[in-house]
Nanobody
Framework: QVQLVESGGGLVQAGGSLRLSCAASGSRFSIGAMGWYRQAPGKQRELVAIITSADTTTHADSVKGRFTISRDNAKNTVYLQMNSLKPEDTAVYYC?????????WGQGTQVTVSS
């Protein structure tokens, strides 16, 4: 069973930074894509960024230039560095794994950006 555990969320002022981490267990981490999604109250869950096993990355237009996804296969961890945060970035951030074992989600971590 694949387990994903997110950490690093919290309350930050606009313009600040946070780094989210997602630690994976129970999978061959280096094989498969990892992604970050977010869901704000009353809105649908949306893609923030993904990184493939070849380290190819894609970022949503709304976060390009501010957020960066990366992975450390030795630590079975994917990161989301978030800079220049805006109040509209406030959401629950979820980690997702897509691999040979199937699709799995973490429990989410709250990010709140105050103006």
């Amino acid at each position: 069973q694949v387990q994903l555990v997110e950490s690093g969320g919290g309350l930050v002022q606009a313009g600040g930074s946070l780094r989210l981490s997602c630690a994976a267990s129970g999978s061959r981490f280096s094989i498969g894509a990892m992604g970050w999604y977010r869901q704000a109250p009353g809105k649908q869950r949306e893609l923030v960024a993904i990184i493939t096993s070849a380290d190819t990355t894609t970022h949503a237009d709304s976060v390009k230039g501010r957020f960066t996804i990366s992975r450390d296969n030795a630590k079975n961890t994917v990161y989301l560095q978030m800079n220049s945060l805006k109040p509209e970035d406030t959401a629950v951030y979820y980690c997702k794994r897509v691999g040979p074992e199937g699709d799995f989600w973490g429990q989410g971590t709250q990010v709140t950006v105050s103006s």
